[in-house]
Structures are given as structure tokens and as C-alpha cells.
């Protein structure tokens, strides 16, 4: 399934991160960052999935690696993203790539 997602992601300073995305059956996010090397970075954050009546869907987990530009106004990233049941079993997984621009 390709779809496109729009969100917003705030990288702090001490490391943590929030991202929050256009989807009423979700949560914001959290998690953390941290640099690898030169312009790559490494990200991890959770948020949970409810169905259309309010009942838990699943808990997300995204990991990925940003590559940021030269300027630090866009980024590109590839990760997975992993949904777990209730009882923490892994019901699927998906491998999403990113485009981001820094808003002016």
C-alpha cells in the first residue's frame, strides 16, 4: 500500500523527539534521536493506532535513518515501522521512506 502522511517532527536538543501526524486515529509520538556520522541520524518513536469506535488497534514503533542536507532544511529517511497487538505481538510491518522540509 503506498500513502502519503503529513506530520511534523520536533528533534530537541537533549535528544527526545515528538511527532504528531494529520490521522485522528492515532497518538503522537515519542522517542528519541542521536547522531551516527557526518549528515546521518538515527530516530526511534511510538505512538498508538484506535479503530473508527475507539477501541485499540495496535502500538507503532518507527525506526529509521535520516539523512540530512548540507543546510539542514530537508531530510530524507528509510526505516521500518513495526504494529504490535495488545498483548505486544507483532501483527505487521511496513518499510516507509520520508521526505522532510524544515518549515520557514
Known amino acids: 500500500m503506498i500513502r502519503s502522511v503529513r506530520a511534523l517532527n520536533l528533534f530537541i536538543h537533549d535528544g527526545s523527539l515528538t511527532e504528531t501526524a494529520v490521522n485522528v486515529l492515532r497518538t503522537p509520538s515519542v522517542g528519541t534521536w542521536r547522531h551516527l556520522e557526518g549528515q546521518t541520524y ?5 505512538f498508538y493506532r484506535y ?17 540530512l542536507n548540507n543546510d539542514g532544511s530537508k531530510f530524507t529517511s528509510t526505516g521500518t515501522v513495526e504494529d504490535f497487538d ?10 516507509p521512506t520520508e521526505t522532510a522540509t524544515r518549515p520557514e
Open 51 to 67: 479503530n473508527p469506535d475507539g477501541t485499540f488497534a495496535s502500538r507503532a514503533k518507527v525506526t529509521r535513518t535520516i539523512e
Open 86 to 95: 495488545a498483548n505486544n505481538v507483532l501483527i505487521s510491518t511496513a518499510c
Open 42 to 46: 538515527t530516530s526511534t518513536f511510538t
